[in-house]
T-cell receptor, first 114, second 114 residues
Framework: EADIYQTPRYLVIGTGKKITLECSQT?????MYWYQQDPGMELHLIHY???????EKGDLSSESTVSRIRTEHFPLTLESARPSHTSQYLC?????????????FGEGSRLTVL | AQSVTQLGSHVSVSEGALVLLRCNYS??????LFWYVQYPNQGLQLLLK??????LVKGINGFEAEFKKSETSFHLTKPSAHMSDAAEYFC????????????FGAGTILRVKS
């Protein structure tokens, strides 16, 4: 069973608030990812990191930002939430072995912005 | 650019019937291919993957998929559906050399009728 945790699982906030979605993994994986998931749509990669102090934007443009100060921790921040940010955010990590190619996912953080 | 098309956003089968979920991909280089399953209010879990070697891949819970290069397909099958198979299934592709960045399809919701 994967050891990757996301908090909060559910968050309802008002427009303009700053929010941080937490993601932690205990597997020592260097690679971590944030995907955005909307009903009936593809999962879209919004951020990824290949190690400490390494962050890159994904294929889908996002107003969120991420940081990677510690290997196990990859938080996502929205400075000023808007209703368009309402979505489910999935965090994932993977081992360095390229042949593995397996992503381990957290249970997701469902954000609703009113 | 890579892309994944899952034919049918919803599939309904009777318990004990064959499950067939369709996935077609586009990739400019030989791909890595994956199927993930997502149960309600949970993260994604790897069902099976194709990287190299045998084109018929067996996964967990009795699922299997066959990589057909000529058809650019990676359809998921299970001979006999069980009620516990009801979930959303995602096909994903990654190009060799792009690390572990996966491109996902829009998902297929499988309903199993008793």
């Amino acid at each position: 069973e994967a050891d990757i945790y996301q908090t909060p699982r559910y968050l309802v906030i008002g427009t303009g608030k700053k929010i941080t979605l937490e993601c932690s993994q205990t597997m020592g994986h260097d690679k971590m990812y944030w995907y955005q998931q909307d009903p009936g749509m593809e999962l879209h990669l919004i951020h990824y990191s290949y190690g400490v102090n390494s962050t890159e934007k994904g294929d889908l443009s996002s107003e969120s930002t991420v940081s990677r100060i510690r290997t196990e921790h990859f938080p996502l921040t929205l400075e000023s939430a808007r209703p368009s940010h309402t979505s489910q955010y999935l965090c994932a990590s993977s081992a360095p072995d390229l042949d593995s190619m397996e992503l381990f996912f957290g249970e997701g953080s469902r954000l609703t912005v009113l | 650019a890579q892309s994944v098309t899952q034919l049918g956003s919803h599939v309904s089968v009777s318990e004990g019937a064959l499950v067939l979920l369709r996935c077609n991909y586009s990739s400019s280089v030989p791909p890595y291919l994956f199927w993930y399953v997502q149960y309600p209010n949970q993260g994604l879990q790897l069902l099976l993957k194709y990287t190299t070697g045998a084109t018929l891949v067996k996964g967990i819970n009795g699922f299997e998929a066959e990589f057909k290069k000529s058809e650019t397909s990676f359809h998921l099958t299970k001979p006999s559906a069980h009620m516990s198979d009801a979930a959303e299934y995602f096909c994903a592709v990654s190009e060799r050399g792009r690390g572990n960045k996966l491109v996902f399809g829009a998902g297929t919701i499988l309903r199993v009728k008793s």
